[in-house]
């Protein structure tokens, strides 16, 4: 069973169309990051949050963390071929310092 | 060096031989960690060094499994038997310390095939 479930799995959008991806537990996170993996790398960290409820912008990437710390989402509006990626959230709970735990990814395609 | 670093880049062995992942981390990181990433799928988290102590072995898949670290560097995976089940990306990372508003920073990891 995985701690962090993300949905979707796939997501196939065309450029310039909104999306949403989801990560959800049933554990409440000290620290929740969100990754983007591109084929042949390592993940690369785009942003953490701490505190629930707390909102932080990248440019057209938007993450929000649940108030109860057990949820994030990450939305990108007008979304472009270089967004193109397995997209991963990882927690760490309160009670296991150090130990990140990822979810299974949501690839994503967007078409030119 | 710039990033974290991983060696080999690509490895091929056959099932029973044992084998050693290799991860040179970020000068003055103390933090490291070792995931497995099969084709598509997230990443499971299998041991993380704080210094060149592991406070969680609970990830790492049987006994055939180890992995150390020492000089609060440099990090050594090995498996011993090989299965063809082991094959996957096996990825480093390492940050300042486990505290988890550092960025941890992946190297590229280590291809494993086992035939």
């Known amino acids: 069973t995985q701690l962090l479930e993300q949905s979707p799995q796939f997501l196939s959008i065309q450029e310039g169309e909104n999306l949403t991806v989801y990560c959800n537990s049933s554990s409440v996170f000290s620290s929740l990051q969100w990754y983007r993996q591109e084929p042949g790398e390592g993940p690369v960290l785009l942003v953490t949050v701490v505190t629930g409820g707390e909102v932080k912008k990248l440019k057209r990437l938007t993450f929000q963390f649940g108030d109860a710390r057990k949820d994030s989402s990450l939305h990108i509006t007008a979304a472009q071929p270089g967004d193109t990626g397995l997209y991963l959230c990882?927690?760490?709970?309160?009670?296991?310092?150090?130990?990140?735990?990822f979810g299974a990814g949501t690839q994503v395609v967007v078409t030119p | 060096g710039a990033g974290v670093s991983q060696s080999p880049s690509n490895k091929v062995t056959e099932k029973g031989k044992d084998v050693e992942l290799r991860c040179d981390p970020i000068?003055?990181?103390?933090?490291l960690y070792w995931y497995r990433q099969s084709l598509g799928q997230g990443l499971e988290f299998l041991i993380y060094f704080q210094g060149n102590s592991a406070p969680d072995k609970s990830g790492l898949p049987s006994d055939r499994f180890s992995a150390e670290r020492t000089g609060g560097s440099v990090s050594t995976l090995t498996i011993q038997r090989t299965q063809q089940e082991d094959s996957a990306v096996y990825l480093c990372?390492?940050?300042?310390?486990?505290?988890?508003?550092?960025?941890?920073?992946f190297g590229e990891g280590s291809w494993l095939t086992v035939v």
């Open positions: 000068s003055g990181h103390t933090a």
């Open positions: 990372a390492s940050s300042r310390d486990t505290r988890g508003t550092n960025t941890i920073y």
């Open positions: 990882a927690g760490e709970t309160t009670d296991s310092w150090g130990k990140f735990q």
